[in-house]
């Protein structure tokens, strides 16, 4: 089973500040790797799909980037809205699908 | 727009079956990928496995020996039957559309083991 570790795990950032999050697989997922938003009490939603194509009605902010092991989320510029909790997700043909353990947005 | 909503039991006995349904709204479950996906308390989350067309499963190898994934077309509903349950089996269960990455999910339905 293919393991994502997320980093950090909690992000702490004010409105308009830019958020890098990483997930690192442990071993290569080339770049089917997607990127889900959770807010509390709600069903994740997908950001990412295939390292970097935003799915659809995603806003330009949050983009993607990465291959093989390391991969990053990057929201530009952080809006009131944005603080969730964040997970990245592989889709390797040989192992069954995994999810990372979240970084938490929050607001510092 | 697609919508999907899980049902059944929120709390299931020790070494019962857990069962739940999911009611798909806005289309057909013909010709599409259907996940089940679930989460735990404060945790994070666990793919179970997914069915297509009715005759095409892949399950989660930790679960597969207790996990079965069913459609009924006549119903567009598809189903998720785990056995015997423990403690560990505690979650926040969803049901999502695709195989791979998942665009459409229920709102979950949060299910309890205990005596």
């Known amino acids: 089973e293919i393991v994502l570790t997320q980093s950090p795990a909690t992000l702490s950032l004010s409105p308009g500040e830019r958020a890098t999050l990483s997930c690192r697989a442990s071993?290569?997922?080339?770049?089917?790797l997607a990127w889900y938003q959770q807010k509390p009490g709600r069903a994740p939603r997908l950001l990412i799909e295939?390292?970097?194509n935003r799915a659809t009605g995603i806003p330009a902010r949050f983009s993607g980037s990465g291959s093989g092991t390391d991969f990053t989320l990057t929201i530009s510029s952080l809006e009131p809205e944005d603080f969730a909790v964040y997970y990245c997700?592989?889709?390797?043909?040989?192992?069954?699908?995994?999810f990372g353990g979240g970084t938490k947005v929050e607001i510092k | 727009q697609v919508q999907l909503q899980e049902s059944g039991p929120g709390l299931v006995k020790p070494s019962e079956t857990l069962s739940l349904t999911c009611s798909v709204f806005?289309?057909?479950?013909?010709?599409?990928?259907w996940t089940w996906i679930r989460q735990p308390p404060g945790k994070g989350l666990e793919w179970i496995g997914y069915?297509?067309?009715?005759?095409?499963?892949n399950y989660n190898p930790s679960l597969k020996s207790r996990v079965t994934i069913s459609e009924d077309t006549s119903k567009n509903q598809i189903s998720l039957k785990l056995t015997s349950v423990t403690a560990a089996d505690t979650a926040v269960y969803y049901c999502?559309?695709?195989?791979?990455?998942?665009?459409?999910w229920g709102q979950g339905a949060p299910v309890t083991v205990s005596s």
């Open positions: 295939d390292t970097s």
């Open positions: 806005g289309g057909s479950i013909s010709g599409y990928y």
């Open positions: 999502a559309r695709d195989r791979d990455y998942f665009h459409y």
């Open positions: 069915i297509f067309n009715s005759g095409s499963t």
């Open positions: 071993q290569s997922v080339s770049r089917y």
């Open positions: 997700q592989q889709r390797s043909n040989w192992s069954p699908f995994t």
